[in-house]
Every structure is written in C-alpha cells, then in structure tokens.
C-alpha cells in the first residue's frame, strides 16, 4: 500500500523557520522525483519545490527560492523541505507528491504526480 505521510506543519510568527518531513513507504522511493505542493483557501495548488530521484537536481519557483530547501534521504525513504524567512502568504496545506521518474530533473507539475499525501498545515501568523 503506498503511503505519503507529512508531518511539522503548524503555527509560526513570519520571519520563523518550519521543517517538513515526507516518509514514503508501499513504492521503491529511489525511482521516483518527490514534490512539495500546496494549497491555500480559494487558490490553485501550487509546486515551491521536487527534488530528483538521486537528489542531485532540485527546482523551486522564484516565490520560495533562496528560503525554502529541499533534500532526501533515500535510505530512509523521507523528503524533506526547510522552510525559513516565512511569510503570512506561505500560510496553506502543504503536500508531498511522487512522480515515477528514474533519471532527469524533476518537474513542478501536479499532474505528472502519481501518489499524494494527505497534508500538513502551515501557518504564518502573528
């Protein structure tokens, strides 16, 4: 059964830092690019970062880039994203998302996005 789990969303002041966690399992995490998403009230899923199935290419969109980074740990099958220099408009649900890519740079797509996880809230309020 595949699982995508996100865990360390909550509340922060702006200007704070938050690391999300992504723990994979059900699917071999090697072969597959890994996408964090997300979603706030009344917008459009956005992509703010994916790594590469050997993480060597990461790519984040100019809104997130410079704050947010994005690593892996391929032998314990979690994604992770560190979030600093938050802000009120980063406030959403953020998912984790695999996309079956073996070789080449991941994309900031959702469709290409096989597996879903359920989603964790961040929230950057004073």
């Known amino acids: 059964q595949v699982q995508l789990v996100e865990s360390g969303g909550g509340l922060v002041q702006p200007g704070g830092s938050l690391r999300l966690s992504c723990a994979a399992s059900g699917f071999i995490f090697d072969y597959y690019a890994i996408g964090w998403f997300r979603q706030a009230p009344g917008k459009e899923r956005e992509g703010v970062s994916c790594?590469?199935?050997?993480?060597?290419?990461?790519n984040y969109p100019d809104s997130v880039k410079g704050r947010f980074t994005i690593s892996r740990d391929n032998a314990k099958n979690t994604v992770y994203l560190q979030m600093n220099s938050l802000k009120p408009e980063d406030t959403a649900i953020y998912y984790c998302?695999?996309?079956?890519?073996?070789?080449?740079?991941?994309?900031?797509?959702?469709?290409?996005?096989?597996?879903w996880g359920q989603g964790t809230q961040v929230t950057v309020s004073s």
């Open positions: 998302a695999a996309d079956r890519r073996l070789f080449g740079p991941c994309v900031l797509s959702s469709g290409n996005y096989n597996y």
């Open positions: 790594i590469s199935s050997s993480g060597g290419i990461t």
